[in-house]
């Protein structure tokens, strides 16, 4: 029987997941900090996990601000887990959730060969954690995620940042940028996907379609009925996952989750 541990149980997409899905599969949530790594072993142990999926981690804004402690979550406790998993008979699944952010803007779609090009710490040991892993470890998934929302998101995200700031009649500063946009009920259903179809590798979870930002702050306003103030700045990049390799193994997108759903 599957027995899938989860860390960072608290995080925007862990608990989803584990709401989500923990009437149907046994999910056991690790609550403890990552950097305890003999908790974890024991954890692991005592409850003969199968699957581990790190949530864990510190976000871009804490790293940027906590570079010591984003180094010991975000990567160097990946390692002590993987140095310990390599030393069992029974060697769980470890999915590794990851950024987009690994690469560079690009104006074609990302594939999972497409060259690496962090731009800031947060990026850079997500990296680091994944190259660690290729290289020590084999019953292993990497999930480049691009940008993830849904409900109870944390302001410092893209799409609840802007409705606050339409809200609270906020000048909107903006360019003319593209982004990946997922729901985090399509992310979550990846990770099931993934664990059931027992997929390895690196792949890229996103939608595979281009949103302006500009656009997205239109329709919020218009959702909202509150006119925005915008500033539009004619710089222009892009972010946007080719998902051919996800869709290859046979994951289907559900009608309700094709498009931008706030």
Sequence with gaps: MKKICITGYNSFIGNYFYKKYKNIIKILPY????????????????????????FAGLSRLKCDSNRNDCVNTNFKSIKKIIDYLNNIDNKPHFIFISTSHVYGYSKKKLKETSKTNPKNIYAELKLKSENYIKENYKNYSILRLFNVYGPNQSRSYFIPDMKEKIISGKVINIDKSERDFIHVSEVSRVIKFIINKNIKGTLNVGSGKDYSLIKIVKFLSK????????????????????ISLLKSFGFKTKINEKYINF
């Excluded at 609550?31 to 790190?54: C, E, G």
């Design 31 to 54: 609550k403890n900090n990552i950097n305890d790594v003999n908790k974890i072993k024991k954890f692991i142990k005592s409850k003969k996990i199968t699957h581990i999926i790190n």
């Design 223 to 242: 959702k909202l009925k509150i006119k925005p103030f915008l500033n539009v700045k004619n710089n222009k990049t892009k972010l946007v996952a080719d």
